[in-house]
């Protein structure tokens, strides 16, 4: 078997000096076109809703207090029982867990102006009542 051999010379290239003339050029300049700004588009003229007519009272209060029949005013009838109601009874009654309980009590009854006392039994059960 013959050997092979591996041509070993460099070819030098020539490097040209930068000159007055190619000192300018030794940053790279861009191929292309110019390009457009990263600017947002124009944002197209707001549309306006057109204004609903304002209902002028009709001198009549609205009404306070809860509305018959709902949640809040099941959960208020439970807590003027003279006893009131307890964690357990109201979670059945509105099909609630107890976090959701807790979170009624603290905010939406604290809304509509009730004061809610909350007491441990001789049980050890959670029971609430409006005081009033």
Sequence with gaps: MGTI???TTVAEVPVAEPGPERAEAAEPVASVGAQAPDVAPEAAPAKTKANRAKKVPTGEPRPKGTRAGSKTAQVVAMLQRKNG???AEIMDQMGW????VRGFMAGA???AGYVVESFQSDRGERTYRINR
Excluded: E, F, P, Y
């Design 85 to 87: 109601a307890k964690l």
């Design 5 to 7: 051999q591996a041509d």
């Design 97 to 100: 867990q107890k976090h959701t």
């Design 109 to 111: 009854m604290k809304k």
